[in-house]
C-alpha cells in the first residue's frame, strides 16, 4: 500500500478526453443527455478555457426535482415538470459550486484524504489554473489497485 499511496496522480488520473464535462451556460437537455449516460460531468466556464468551475450530479438532479421545501411532503408520485429543468435554467443553476481539486502532482495518499475529508468519490485533475487535465475517482484507485494485487500473483 505504501507504494500506491506514493503514486502520483497524473499516473493514475482518467485523461480529460474520457472525463464527462459541460460548460456551465449549457441546457437543460444536454444536462439530462449527460446524466443519463454518466453519474456527473465536471462544469467548466466555456470549452476553450476548460476552467472547472463547478460539478454536477445525479445528486443535483435529484436536488433540482424536488426542491427542498416540498422534500418532506413528497415521498412518492412524479414531481410536477415545471419544477425541473426550466425552460431558461442552465448548468450553472443546478451544479454544485467550486468542487474540490486536486493538481496531477499531488499523490494518491492526497487525493485518499481528500476523499474521505469531503467524503467525496472523485476530484477532478487541474492545473495552477484551474484548467481541467482529467479526473481520479475512488473506483480508478480501486481498478488499479485490484490489477497491482492480480499481477504479484
Known amino acids: 500500500m505504501e507504494e500506491l499511496y ?32 454518466r453519474a456527473h460531468a465536471w462544469v467548466v466556464d466555456n470549452a476553450e478555457e476548460m476552467r472547472v468551475v463547478g460539478v454536477v450530479t445525479e445528486h443535483d438532479m435529484l436536488h433540482s426535482m424536488i426542491p427542498p421545501r416540498q422534500k418532506k411532503e413528497r415521498m412518492f408520485g412524479t414531481p410536477r415538470a415545471e419544477i425541473f429543468c426550466l425552460k431558461d435554467s ?34 477532478a485533475v487541474v492545473d495552477k489554473n484551474r484548467r481541467l487535465l482529467g479526473e481520479i475517482t475512488i473506483q480508478r484507485l480501486a481498478k488499479h489497485l485490484r490489477h497491482k494485487f492480480t499481477s504479484t500473483v
Open 6 to 37: 506514493k503514486i502520483e496522480v497524473r499516473n493514475v488520473m482518467i485523461p480529460v478526453e474520457d472525463t464527462p464535462f459541460m460548460v456551465e451556460n449549457a441546457g437543460c437537455a444536454e444536462f439530462l443527455n449527460k446524466l443519463s449516460v
Open 90 to 123: 442552465v448548468v450553472r443553476d443546478l451544479m454544485t459550486h467550486n468542487p474540490v481539486v486536486c493538481s496531477p502532482e499531488e499523490t494518491v495518499a492526497d487525493a485518499l484524504k481528500k476523499f474521505s475529508s469531503f467524503d467525496i468519490r472523485r476530484l
